[in-house]
């Protein structure tokens, strides 16, 4: 009905350039909805003047988006959204209230806990491992320890975690996609060494090896890997890992993550960089397997992780318009990104993904929170902003799973829009003029998205 009344005023104001243009605007728009979205508008009839407002007030919103603005907040914000910041920290308080600022300079109210307050805390726990890895090859034991540069870590928080002459398996292989495990192979409970790729992120291969039910899996680096991008994960062996309290009482079984070197691999397991890459020469004391990219090392392997926690809380920054409420059970339309977002350890290009996710974030805000215009359904934006060691087997961001068991009203996934700008372009650099139209247009389709799943709108 929305749309055909927007058809009759395209064809009685033809004559009108302006009014034309802003209605074909929004019956483009219109066409970008599913057919439930369409029918839950159907039951209101508008008049030609609420639509005339209505088509008038989206082309205003749209005019605020532009490849430069994009550019410039997103330049702006980068020395503000720097993204190695620790929840319960000053940086992250600091962070926080900042965030809170620009969302009251958009117009938006507070959405948190409280009915005054901007937040949400997200009950965690701290935690930190430290570990030690022992082989022993023709007769030589080796052993490395986390303050030697090892990367050891695991997913949940155990208080200790041993594996004792565990089977290991070594998988040679360079595909880009993860390699199909013959069903006569289990890789349950065992060690599992594979290289670490360009192709694949490092939660990619976690991911992998946690469905396959292994108990650790080590990437190994390749030399030219090591100096050119030193790893994320040795990194964050000097910081805490975070996981929900909540989930910490029934830990899964964990997964040990660990990133060496190819000088440690050869070192721990005797095994070489060409040995790992598909090369046909496999190495000594290896038993072929079914598949000829998977071999066992006949290694005597210990492993011991110990953890280390502390309570502490995480903080979701939430803003708010509020609908009318026209149809009660309408469920809220969400805008969602985060501000912790780190790229394998390149922190420059990771404050520049915060930065460019916010900008498009708030840029939506500016639009949808026009005074004098009330949505029918409340319309959220949801900043979360916490580092996890889950996210590397492929989880998603703890503090928004955390949002969503708060707001079990949130149920129609349709209705949520993450805002990742990262993996909208590649590669993300501000000279990239063609990068900043594209990201434009993505901004003003979710705008348009937005501002036609809230109404009808409320002129007043």
Not at 104 to 125: F, K, T, Y
Not at 259 to 268: D, G, H, P, R, V
Not at 414 to 427: E, S
Request: net charge neutral; proline share 5%; aromatic share 6%.
């Amino acid at each position: 009905m929305r749309k055909t009344r927007l058809m009759h005023l395209l064809k009685r104001s033809y004559k009108t350039p302006g009014i034309v243009l802003m209605s074909l605007l929004l019956l483009g728009a219109c066409n970008t909805l599913n057919p439930k979205h369409k029918s839950e508008i159907s039951g209101s009839v508008l008049s030609d003047k609420a639509l005339e407002l209505e088509t008038q007030s989206l082309a205003k919103a749209l005019s605020m988006v532009s490849p430069l603005s994009l550019r410039v907040e997103s330049d702006r914000y980068q020395t503000e959204l720097f993204a190695d910041i620790t929840p319960s920290s000053a940086e992250d308080e600091r962070r926080a209230r900042w965030i809170e600022s620009q969302f009251h300079l958009a117009g938006l109210l507070p959405g948190g806990d409280a009915p005054s307050s901007w937040r949400q805390n997200v009950p965690l726990i701290s935690y930190h491992s430290e570990g030690m890895l022992s082989t022993t090859v023709k007769g030589s034991t080796k052993t490395l320890h986390t303050e030697q540069g090892i990367a050891l870590w695991s997913t949940t928080p155990l208080k200790e975690i041993r594996l004792d002459r565990t089977e290991v398996f070594m998988i040679s292989s360079t595909d880009s996609v993860m390699p199909s495990i013959d069903r006569n192979t289990d890789l349950r409970g065992k060690v599992v060494l594979m290289k670490k790729t360009n192709k694949q992120s490092d939660s990619e291969q976690f991911s992998w090896a946690a469905h396959q039910g292994a108990a650790a899996l080590f990437l190994i680096e390749a030399p030219e890997q090591t100096v050119a991008t030193p790893p994320l994960q040795i990194a964050q062996t000097k910081y805490d890992h975070f996981t929900l309290r909540s989930a910490f009482g029934n830990p899964d079984k964990p997964l040990v993550m660990g990133l060496i070197n190819s000088k440690q691999a050869l070192m721990l397991f005797g095994i070489a960089d060409k040995d790992i890459s598909g090369s046909n020469s496999l190495p000594p004391n290896h038993k072929p397997n079914q598949s000829q990219f998977i071999s066992v090392l006949k290694i005597p392997i210990h492993l011991i992780i110990k953890n280390s926690w502390k309570e502490c809380v995480g903080t979701n920054v939430i803003g708010r318009i509020h609908g009318s409420h026209q149809y009660p059970n309408e469920e809220a339309l969400v805008f969602h990104t985060s501000s912790a977002y780190l790229d394998h350890g390149a922190l420059p290009e990771s404050s520049w993904t915060n930065a460019s996710n916010f900008a498009a974030l708030i840029s939506i805000a500016h639009g949808l929170s026009k005074p004098g215009e009330t949505p029918s359904k409340d319309i959220i934006f949801v900043i979360t902003g916490m580092r996890n060691a889950s996210s590397a087997i492929g989880e998603d961001d703890l503090a928004w799973k955390w949002w969503q068991l708060q707001t079990s009203k949130l149920q129609n996934e349709k209705r949520i829009f993450h805002l990742d700008m990262q993996t909208l372009f590649n590669p993300h650099r501000l000279d990239n003029e063609g990068a900043w139209i594209k990201a434009s247009e993505h901004i003003k389709q979710l705008l348009e998205q937005g501002y036609l799943i809230a109404g009808p709108w409320a002129h007043h």
